[in-house]
């Protein structure tokens, strides 16, 4: 196979594992020199791997598999203020949400560390780090946190560093979760962000960590089930209810929240689309695939008394 067909089977499998894709092929599927074309049409810019198409056959079309549509969270010119308002929303909704079941199942990262120490990647404004460390909870006695973010949120760590007395800081320079420089040493924990990233992307994050010998755990409060699903309409009704209750105190969350309800539908839009990016338990599975050095553990578990679940992958080097 030429390199060509190599790099065109490869998006084709990552894109299987990805969007609704449309693998299109000419000649015989079978046959090395069929080449082969992947129309990833739902991501943002969608991909168009391969240039051969006397005559396109459609081979895959899965209706309910991951859809990566465009997410405000995400765009690079959305002003800090805006993604301020959007993450401690959600910095909110984690410490407050009745999901009982994540602190534990979180800890198990740092089970058996000398010095239990995490590395917490795309923690945006510190998702539920200050509850867990500021309360007497038992799972994270002794555990410290690093707080990292392609686009630091250095008010926020400065705040949950004074109100966990140190137990939780936060690095100052943006880190990219598919590159985390090698002396940001930790086992890692990705919460509610790993659904941000296409699977090649995702797949680097996985990679980087296992390249560094390090554990990582990725945890998703969401899930693409319809009774998952159908409560989300009713995320512009929390917002406008709870925004009293989100701390910093903003004038501007107020103003965009009640005068013109811009941050409800934002919120809104970006958690429905969270949701519908998830990655099942299967499609981590197809993820991680190749990295035989390590254990894998990846499932779904209810995440309290409500109807969320926690999808989770939690993955260590193999014990000789
Ligand atoms: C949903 S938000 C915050 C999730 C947070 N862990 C929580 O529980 O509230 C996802 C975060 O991922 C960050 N992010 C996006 N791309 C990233 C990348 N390549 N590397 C690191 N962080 C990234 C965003 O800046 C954003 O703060």
Same mark, same amino acid.
């Given at each position: 196979?030429?390199? *060509?067909?190599?790099?065109?089977?490869?998006?084709?499998?990552?894109?299987?594992?990805?969007?609704?894709?449309?693998? $299109?092929?000419?000649?015989?599927?079978?046959?090395?020199?069929?080449?082969?074309?992947?129309?990833?049409?739902?991501?943002?810019?969608?991909?168009?791997?391969?240039?051969?198409? /006397?005559?396109? %056959? =459609?081979? %895959?079309?899965? /209706?309910?598999?991951?859809?990566?549509?465009?997410?405000?969270?995400? *765009?690079?010119? $959305?002003?800090?203020?805006?993604?301020?308002?959007?993450?401690?929303?959600? *910095?909110?909704?984690?410490?407050?949400? /009745?999901?009982?079941?994540?602190?534990?199942?979180?800890?198990?990262?740092?089970?058996?560390?000398? &010095?239990?120490?995490?590395?917490?990647?795309?923690?945006?404004?510190?998702?539920?780090?200050?509850?867990?460390?500021?309360?007497?909870?038992?799972?994270? &006695?002794?555990?410290?946190? =690093?707080?990292?973010?392609?686009?630091?949120?250095?008010?926020?760590?400065?705040?949950?560093?004074?109100?966990?007395?140190?137990?939780?800081?936060?690095? &100052?320079?943006?880190?990219?979760?598919?590159?985390?420089?090698?002396?940001?040493?930790?086992?890692?924990?990705?919460?509610?962000? $790993?659904?941000?990233?296409?699977?090649? *992307?995702?797949?680097?994050?996985?990679?980087?960590?296992?390249?560094?010998?390090?554990?990582?755990?990725?945890?998703?409060?969401?899930?693409?089930?319809?009774?998952?699903?159908?409560?989300?309409?009713?995320?512009?009704?929390?917002? $406008?209810? =709870?925004?009293?209750?989100?701390?910093?105190?903003?004038?501007?969350?107020?103003?965009?929240?009640?005068?013109?309800?811009?941050? /409800? =539908?934002?919120?809104?839009?970006?958690?429905?689309?969270?949701?519908?990016?998830?990655?099942?338990?299967?499609?981590?599975?197809?993820?991680?695939?190749?990295?035989?050095?390590?254990?894998?553990?990846?499932?779904?578990?209810?995440?309290?008394?409500?109807?969320?679940?926690?999808?989770?992958?939690?993955?260590?080097?193999?014990?000789?």
């Amino acid at each position: 196979m030429s390199e *060509q067909d190599d790099e065109s089977t490869e998006s084709m499998r990552s894109n299987a594992t990805g969007s609704v894709a449309f693998v $299109l092929t000419f000649g015989d599927f079978d046959d090395q020199s069929c080449r082969v074309i992947v129309v990833d049409w739902w991501g943002v810019g969608g991909q168009l791997r391969s240039q051969y198409s /006397p005559c396109w %056959r =459609l081979i %895959r079309v899965d /209706p309910m598999s991951r859809v990566h549509l465009f997410e405000f969270n995400d *765009q690079s010119w $959305l002003p800090e203020a805006w993604r301020r308002y959007i993450t401690e929303y959600l *910095q909110f909704m984690l410490e407050h949400g /009745p999901f009982d079941e994540l602190p534990a199942l979180i800890a198990r990262v740092v089970d058996g560390a000398d &010095e239990p120490r995490i590395v917490d990647l795309c923690s945006g404004s510190g998702g539920p780090w200050p509850t867990y460390l500021e309360e007497p909870l038992t799972e994270f &006695e002794g555990v410290e946190v =690093l707080l990292t973010d392609l686009h630091p949120h250095r008010e926020a760590f400065e705040r949950i560093e004074r109100r966990t007395e140190g137990r939780a800081t936060g690095h &100052e320079a943006p880190i990219d979760a598919t590159d985390v420089p090698a002396d940001v040493e930790g086992r890692r924990t990705i919460i509610n962000g $790993l659904h941000h990233f296409q699977p090649e *992307q995702a797949r680097a994050i996985l990679a980087d960590a296992v390249e560094k010998g390090v554990s990582i755990g990725v945890f998703e409060i969401m899930d693409r089930r319809a009774v998952s699903l159908i409560p989300l309409v009713l995320i512009p009704l929390f917002v $406008l209810f =709870l925004t009293p209750f989100v701390r910093p105190f903003r004038v501007g969350r107020l103003l965009w929240t009640y005068l013109l309800p811009v941050i /409800p =539908l934002m919120i809104f839009w970006d958690g429905l689309v969270s949701a519908l990016r998830v990655y099942s338990p299967e499609e981590l599975r197809v993820l991680v695939a190749d990295f035989d050095d390590y254990e894998w553990e990846i499932d779904s578990v209810p995440a309290g008394k409500g109807p969320q679940r926690i999808t989770y992958l939690i993955g260590e080097p193999q014990r000789s």
